[in-house]
């Protein structure tokens, strides 16, 4: 099993671009989130999904979209990026059960600058 | 809207110390409580949990946190740390059952000197 996996790893874009940040598991897992970690703010949730075609807005959805055509895949979009989107984004996966239990398999991340 | 406050942004001790981080959180409800570590260049693993029953849960590594009700606290302790334990820690509330959202303190980084 690959786990989660997450790319790019890094990337630089200008303000105004937009890009997808990809993320896959492989672990059959209903449930998907995405966070964002900035420094001194800790983790906040951007959007989730608990499965297939089911998404919602976290703590800090503006700015993002998400889709969830199937249960491996939860893309992040970025529509047009702004300097305050710098941060370092990590997707998590969980079955129902397991996000109950708090045990999110994290990905390794996707630090973003946007200039 | 659930909260979580963590006290200390950053804690330095020697080896063998003692460690006490201090977690606080807002709730209305039913809570689930989590300690998470992030190791350094390293992503979030899980440290321990505290559903309910006994208020003193142990986890990995020798870590333990007690849950206080009355003072909404959820403090993680280790008896003598050590250099590898050099991280940086989370705490985290998420609701009852059937409640998805996971809301994590701002972190405090553990900084340990042989």
């Known amino acids: 099993n690959a786990g989660v996996t997450q790319t790019p790893k890094f990337q630089v874009l200008k303000t105004g671009q937009s890009m997808t940040l990809q993320c896959a598991q492989d672990?059959?897992?209903?449930?998907m989130s995405w966070y964002r970690q900035d420094p001194g703010m800790g983790l906040r949730l951007i959007h989730y999904?608990?499965?297939?075609?089911?998404?919602d807005q976290g703590e800090v959805p503006n700015g993002y979209n998400v889709s969830r055509s199937t249960t491996e895949d939860f893309p992040l979009r970025l529509l047009s990026a702004a300097p305050s989107q710098t941060s370092v984004y990590f997707c998590?996966?969980?079955?129902?059960?397991?996000?109950?239990?708090?045990?999110?398999?994290f990905g390794p991340g996707t630090r973003l600058t946007v200039l | 809207a659930q909260s979580v406050s963590q006290h200390n942004h950053h804690v330095i001790l020697s080896e063998a110390a003692s460690l006490e981080l201090g977690c606080n959180y807002s709730y209305g409800g039913t809570v689930n409580l989590f300690w998470y570590v992030q190791y350094p260049g390293q992503h979030l693993q899980l440290l321990l949990k505290y559903f309910s029953g006994d208020p003193l849960v142990k986890g990995i590594k020798g870590f333990e946190a007690e849950f206080i009700k009355s003072k909404f606290s959820f403090n993680l302790r280790k008896p003598s740390v050590q250099w590898s334990d050099t991280a940086e820690y989370f705490c985290a509330v998420k609701g009852g059952a059937g409640s998805y959202q996971l809301t994590f303190g701002k972190g405090t980084k553990l900084s340990v000197i042989p």
């Open positions: 672990m059959n897992h209903e449930y």
């Open positions: 999904s608990v499965g297939a075609g089911i998404t």
């Open positions: 998590a996966s969980s079955s129902l059960a397991g996000v109950e239990e708090g045990e999110q398999f």
